[in-house]
């Protein structure tokens, strides 16, 4: 009996040697401070490229970061991704005041493609520019510029994310 106790123990003690090592999840921490600019620039049908880089500039934390900042204690942050990017400019408590973002090549929302497909259903979308300003005191601006094109023929129009011509 004592035996088998002691084996037991054993086995037991091996196998705990043997475990997996724990993985720590990191922290997903957005600012009370940069809920406004993600409401603000919140899109249901923005693709995944966009949600995700304007994700991580309200995510952003300078705490620990030697920024530059200039007498208006403000500092500028980038983040890029292959089809865009965001420049940021935040506040010494790490509040988001303005923001100017460039994306290309998006996948467009239904709304601005029932326009397009609307007012010009013989032309094809050739290239697209989506432009996000925010500021936190008048919230976000989103423009779509596409370009279209008709045989010879190309014409550039601006829309805004509901599909209104501008």
């Known amino acids: 009996m004592k035996k088998l106790l002691l084996i037991l123990f054993i086995v ?7 475990a ?5 999840l990191e922290e997903v921490f957005i600012s009370a401070t940069n809920y406004k600019y993600l409401s603000a620039v ?9 949600k995700q880089l304007e994700k991580e500039a309200a995510m952003f934390r300078a705490e620990g970061r030697d920024p530059y900042v200039d007498r208006f204690n403000t500092y500028e942050v980038s983040f890029y991704v292959p089809n865009g990017r965001i420049v940021a ?8 005041i303005k923001t100017i973002e460039r994306f290309e090549n998006v996948q467009l929302p239904e709304s601005v493609m029932m326009a397009l497909r609307d007012r010009f259903p013989q ?12 500021s936190a005191k008048k919230g976000a601006e989103k423009v779509f510029k596409v370009k279209l094109k008709n045989g010879d023929e190309t014409i550039r129009v601006q829309l805004d994310e509901k599909g209104n011509f501008i």
Not at 12 to 18: D, E, K, V
């Open 42 to 50: 919140d899109n249901s049908e923005a693709p995944i490229p966009v």
């Open 12 to 18: 037991g003690l091996g196998n705990s040697l043997y």
């Open 123 to 134: 032309w094809g979308v050739v290239k697209d520019i989506y432009k996000v300003n925010y």
């Open 20 to 24: 997996q090592d724990p993985i720590w």
């Open 89 to 96: 400019l935040y506040d010494g408590d790490g509040k988001i």
